[in-house]
């Protein structure tokens, strides 16, 4: 069960409610974890935090978080500034010193082998991947927005404030944004959001188009790691290809 942090502070009873249920784990990203951490291991629930600075690591251990996710800024989806290349292998030097128990995961920009195998190498126990399975056989993903990831660079994704505000998210604090596909529409509102913030009309014409799945008004949310991405095999097709090709790096293929 995956909560926002910083939504789940406005609404303090659903956590209860959720671990009622007997979660296996609960995922809390984006804001303080500190004060759900006990009441989640208490519930005999693993605690996932996932983290964007070493600032936020080290409130995770706080936490008792028995996982850590660390997450670069290559992310799809919301993040923050870290790339995961520094930001991994420091929270793997952090948790060695001061809670080797915890496992690290690398999250942003991991879509294949070599970037599975790379963070191994930083010090990750193992990854966290998200556009990967967006571009999958099972992903409930629109035909034309599918299209356009598959076929993009890596170049063709930005951070930014845009589609938050355009979906009526207005209050993600200022240090979290969200990683698109560039479009039209992002391209027209950036550095403007303020004004489609009070376009009523431009927000109701941007839902109607993103209800239908247009791509040149709602983007794929896809991270830099869309550029690596050319198919959407299955989901354990997936998995077993980026296993073997990590295994098959690890044991010095990268030599041949
Ligand atoms: C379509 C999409 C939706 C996401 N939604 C969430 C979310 O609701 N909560 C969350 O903590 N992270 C979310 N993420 C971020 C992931 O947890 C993860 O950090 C990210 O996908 C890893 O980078 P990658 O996309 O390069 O694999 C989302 C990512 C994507 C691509």
């Known amino acids: 069960m995956g909560f926002i942090t910083w939504k789940l502070d406005q609404t303090p009873g659903l956590l209860d409610r959720v671990l009622e249920r007997k979660p296996r784990a609960v995922f809390l990203s984006f804001g303080d974890p500190v004060p759900y951490g006990a009441r989640i291991r208490d519930a005999g629930s693993t605690l996932f935090a996932q983290v964007q600075t070493l600032a936020d690591a080290e409130r995770a251990v706080e936490a008792g978080a028995q996982v850590i996710v660390a997450q670069g800024t290559e992310a799809g989806g919301h993040g923050a500034r870290r790339a995961t290349m520094t930001l991994v292998p420091e929270v793997a030097d952090h948790l060695s ?68 505000v355009a979906r009526g998210l207005m209050d993600w604090p200022g240090r979290f944004d969200l990683r698109t596909m560039r479009n039209r529409f992002v391209d027209d509102w950036t550095g403007r959001v303020e004004a489609l913030a009070d376009d009523d009309a431009a927000r109701a014409n941007w839902l109607a188009a993103a209800e239908a799945g247009d791509p040149d008004m709602a983007p794929p949310i896809v991270g830099e790691a869309i550029g690596v991405i050319r198919d959407a095999p299955g989901a354990a097709e997936i998995l077993a290809q980026m296993s073997a090709e990590a295994e098959g790096l690890l044991q010095g293929g990268w030599r041949r």
């Open 97 to 164: 010193n001061r809670a080797p128990e915890t496992l690290l995961l690398a999250a942003g920009g991991i879509a294949d082998g070599r970037a599975l195998a790379a963070a191994l190498i930083l010090g990750a126990d193992g990854v966290l991947c998200g556009t990967r399975f967006w571009a999958s056989r099972e992903a409930l993903v629109p035909e034309a927005q599918m299209r356009v990831a598959l076929a993009a660079h890596g170049d063709a994704t930005v951070r930014g404030k845009v589609i938050d």
